[in-house]
């Protein structure tokens, strides 16, 4: 191999990873410290913002949960942090909540979200029926759900109503969330000085801006909280078994500006995927399953260019592997992508393949090809 | 062409374009919305149609759940009452894909029977009333309105719904005795917060448990489920038995040596969150009953199950 497509694969990969927000170089370790491995999968807590409360870093997002035994399992792994919201399932949400913490709710912290409205009784009206199904008198946080601009976090009937439910005692601390918009609103967020949360998506697909708004709101004493860490949601059964959703929850967690973040998970297995990851730290083998992962979700699928740099030392035809992933993927017809994988030798050339411990082969749009080619392998194994 | 042709072909043309609705039950989503509503109720603005991109802008992280069901597509509407402009009735019509889908997400936001007599199923409270027929789930919610004014907009609606799928089928397979109305829910994924259980129905039923307290025999009602789970062919559905057994073994606990009414491969244990359990396997379904405190209790009710499912 010579230096020139070393040097080209290390620009690829950096290119690759300047995609991702980050330089390659610094940001995994490779080896754990003692230290950390004893900390690695046991609640590892944050504070929010200023508001002295210790939560865990990997909390829970209650919205898809399926059963709630999903939440009791997440209370005896230690995860202490729920996020609900009144008009989740028409309040179905909220009493699961409720019912599950009964007899615990001084052992947990409890953030709700109401619809902001123009009439001030609604939005009472909303939080005094969140109360009552979550069981409980006041709920820890209380966010406006859904900013959609900056000017919604400057509305002072909003900031007037959400002081009034503090100094009520509905609410110890208040805040909001945003789905759109993110950047600037936290931004403005940050200038106002009224809130003291926000729950906004973040994750790796992220630009910097956000990650920089983000750091200015955490600057100005608010707690942020990250949500759609998943960038998609977990979506495994379509990635050729790939599975990223630690390293994507990880990537979110090395920024300490986020004080928490709160996947949505459905089954018993995600939150211990998701819990596991507490104390443990980004690693190089995380970073290339984003990048899979990113190409994944922006549906990069091998476009037949021709453009491949460098050539397989054990004549794996790579183009007509991946023509099988673009007619799986891209053209929704597997039929062809068989016909592919069985013309010739090939099955016993993606053996050969998957054998291989480093690839000679880039692609210039930085498609992963032996990641690729083991996904068509696990697909039609 | 003589004028008369020209009719006769743009009668045909008509006829068939008609006729492709009727049968495909394609209805353009927006023609749902009623332009009129009852009681000095009107439409406020156009009618606003959301995709699976762009759902979260309306419903935030609510999309996430529809969007597990199979969401095709939903339009949102608002009407305003002439006599009192700050109340208002929230219109939702989401197109599902299919029936069963429909009714999943129907059954995740209903709380309890109360039927208004819309659609394949309904449930009307003070202030939300919601219903699906074929493909779709409609939602209403209104600040103040009456459930009149709120059921005769949901008929009017039905009525414009040319979809007339069945319900799922699995619904009748549980037994009607102890069920509790209301309960049957439909999961697309993560039965029980089970990843290997994938998609089913749960429904809860009411156990009565009798304790002497003060020489009196009093009787409460307790709740335990049924459960369905559905895989594609009968050996998926060993495997995931296989997967509960270690799921059992590792967290909770598996009866050893007891008799096995429902044949070979029941799992008896107790589970760690869901209480007693028993799993059985029949073609590519694995059917259970958990959370009962008698056993015989839920070993008839189990048995009941199995016997009605085809």
Redesign the interface.
């Known amino acids: 191999m010579s230096s020139k497509k070393i040097g080209r694969r290390k620009f690829i990969k950096g290119a690759s990873s300047a995609v991702l927000g980050l330089a390659a170089a610094p940001f995994w370790n490779a080896n754990l410290s003692f230290a950390d491995a004893r900390k690695a999968g046991t609640p590892q807590y944050r504070t929010l913002g200023e508001t002295g409360l210790k939560v865990t870093e990997v909390s829970m997002g209650v919205m898809n949960c399926s059963d709630p035994s999903v939440l009791h399992r997440a209370f005896d792994f230690g995860i202490n942090f729920y996020d609900t919201a009144n008009s989740y399932m028409a309040g179905r949400n909220e009493e699961m909540v409720g019912k599950v913490f009964r007899g615990n709710r001084d052992k947990i912290i409890i953030q709700t979200k109401f619809r902001v409205n123009a009439a001030a009784k609604e939005n009472r009206q909303s939080v005094e029926t969140s109360l009552r199904r979550l069981q409980t008198d006041y709920v820890d946080v209380l966010l406006g759900h859904s900013l959609k601009n900056p000017g919604d976090v400057s509305n002072p009937a909003l900031i007037e109503f959400l002081q009034t439910m503090k100094k009520e005692g509905k609410a110890r601390f208040t805040g909001f969330s945003a789905h759109t918009d993110m950047a600037a609103i936290l931004r403005e967020a940050a200038k106002s000085n009224s809130y003291d949360v926000a729950l906004v998506s973040y994750n790796f697909t992220h630009s910097n801006e956000l990650k920089e708004a983000v750091a200015s709101a955490a600057t100005s004493g608010i707690g942020v909280v990250a949500m759609k860490t998943q960038a998609g949601g977990y979506k495994a059964k379509d990635m050729g078994g790939l599975s990223p959703h630690q390293a994507a929850l990880k990537y979110v967690l090395r920024d300490r500006n986020v004080s928490a973040a709160v996947p949505g998970v459905t089954t018993i297995e995600q939150i211990e995927e998701c819990a596991a990851v507490m104390g443990t730290a980004l690693s190089e083998q995380d970073f290339d399953a984003l990048r899979q992962y990113q190409s994944h979700l922006q549906g990069r699928i091998c476009t037949m260019c021709g453009g491949c740099i460098g050539e397989c030392p054990h004549g794996v035809a790579h183009g007509d592997l991946l023509r099988a992933i673009m007619y799986h993927d891209g053209y929704k017809n597997d039929k062809l992508a068989e016909e592919v994988l069985h013309t010739g030798d090939a099955s016993q050339k993606i053996k050969q393949c998957l054998e291989c411990s480093s690839c000679a082969v880039t692609c210039r749009r930085g498609i992963n090809i032996q990641a690729q080619i083991k996904a068509v392998h696990q697909m039609f194994s | 062409m003589t004028g008369r042709h020209a009719i006769i072909i743009l009668c045909f043309l008509v006829a068939s374009f008609s006729s492709q609705n009727v049968f495909s039950g394609t209805t353009p989503i927006k023609s749902l919305v009623p332009k009129t509503a009852p009681d000095g109720w009107a439409l406020r603005d156009a009618p606003e149609a959301f995709t699976g991109e762009t759902l ?2 309306h ?4 999309a ?2 529809f ?2 069901y199979g969401f095709k597509g939903s339009v949102s509407a608002v009407y305003r009452n002439a006599n009192s402009s ?1 109340d208002k009735i929230d219109l939702d019509i989401f197109d599902m894909g299919n029936s069963l889908q429909a009714f999943g997400v129907f059954s ?4 309890e029977e109360s039927p208004a007599g819309i659609g394949l199923d309904s449930y009307l409270g003070d202030r ?1 009333a ?1 219903f699906y027929k074929g493909k779709y789930f409609v ?1 209403l ?1 209104a ?1 103040d309105a009456s459930p009149s004014t709120l059921k005769r907009l949901a008929q009017d609606i039905e009525s414009r719904i040319s979809d007339n799928s069945a319900a799922p089928k699995e619904i009748g397979y549980f037994p009607k005795s102890g069920l509790k109305p209301g309960s049957i829910e439909y ?1 697309p ?8 259980l994938k998609r089913g129905f749960k429904a809860s039923y009411t156990e009565n448990d009798a304790t002497k307290t003060d020489n009196k025999t009093v009787s409460e009602g307790r709740d335990f489920h049924l459960f369905l789970s559905i895989f594609e062919t009968s050996q998926q559905a060993l495997n995931a038995m296989k997967l509960f057994r270690e799921h059992l073994s590792n967290k909770g606990t598996v009866a050893e040596g007891i008799p096995m009414p429902f044949g070979p491969d029941t799992l008896v244990g107790v ?1 760690p ?2 209480g007693k359990a028993i799993v059985a396997h029949k073609g590519h379904y694995l059917l259970g009953t958990v959370g009962f405190k008698q056993d015989k209790d839920g070993e008839q009710r189990l048995a009941e199950f199995m016997r009605g499912l085809k």
Do not use: A
């Open positions: 979260f802008e419903i935030d992280g609510q996430d759940l969007l597990q700050e995740r936001f209903r709380q939300y919601l939602m919610q600040t999961f994924d993560g039965l029980l917060g089970h990843q290997f589970d969150y869901q």
